[in-house]
């Protein structure tokens, strides 16, 4: 069974561009997060999908969302790239959201390098 | 901002040694999940445990959980070279705008030296 699958691996882009980040979830699973891995800030929630709705968000600007489609994979948008959103950027899947569902597995990431 | 603490932030061993880290956090949760990063990947999940569970094994693993201190220590017994990662717990806070979402420590960083 294939896991949780992100695209691209590497992204290079400059101050004020616009990325796009793609992940595929287990199959079966209906909730998709996010999560940013800056260096000195470790490991933080950016937003959480659940049956294509936007679930919860963490402290982040606007100008990062994302979306989930009807097959369950998700894209996360940053907009006006800025140098402080170079990071690797993680997303994860879980069956559900109760107790017994809630564990989240993640891809390998992506890591956006903004110049 | 961070919730959790854990501590050491990193550890040296020796193969055949057991490792032991710790992790603390601040308000009630519904569950503490420990996960593996090897050099700035994906995260591989290890062993959840429930608020209601104490103590919890997995193989080579050990996890115990104290809510009325509110924390947690992950050990590895018998470590091998390929432990060699950086461990974090994460937390689901119970309740609110917590829901759904899991809230990191900082990490240890694990050396097994063979």
């Known amino acids: 069974e294939a896991g949780v699958t992100q695209s691209p691996t590497h992204l290079i882009k400059t101050r004020g561009q616009q990325a796009t980040l793609r992940c595929s979830p287990i199959?079966?699973?209906?909730?998709v997060y996010w999560y940013q891995q800056a260096l000195g800030l470790g490991l933080q929630f950016l937003l959480w999908?659940?049956?294509?709705?936007?679930?919860n968000r963490g402290n982040f600007p606007p100008r990062f969302s994302g979306r989930q489609f009807p097959n369950y994979s998700s894209e996360l948008n940053v907009n006006a790239l800025e140098l402080e959103d170079s990071a690797l950027y993680l997303c994860?899947?879980?069956?559900?959201?109760?107790?017994?569902?809630?564990?989240?597995?993640f891809g390998a990431g992506t890591r956006l390098s903004v110049l | 901002s961070q919730q959790g603490e854990e501590d050491p932030q990193a550890l040296s061993i020796q193969e055949g040694e057991n490792a032991t880290m710790n992790c603390s956090y601040k308000t009630s949760i519904n569950n503490l999940q420990w996960y593996r990063q090897n050099s700035g990947r994906g995260l591989v999940h290890l062993i959840l445990i429930r608020s209601n569970e104490r103590e919890k094994h997995s193989g080579r693993l050990r996890v115990t959980l104290d809510t009325s201190k509110k924390s947690s220590s992950l050990l590895i017994t018998a470590s091998r070279a390929a432990d060699t990662a950086s461990y974090f717990c994460a937390t689901e806070y119970a309740g609110g705008t917590s829901y759904g979402k899991l809230t990191f420590g900082q990490g240890t960083i694990l050396t097994v030296h063979p």
């Open positions: 199959s079966g699973h209906t909730s």
């Open positions: 999908y659940d049956e294509g709705e936007e679930r």
């Open positions: 994860a899947s879980s069956l559900g959201t109760s107790l017994a569902k809630n564990i989240q597995y």
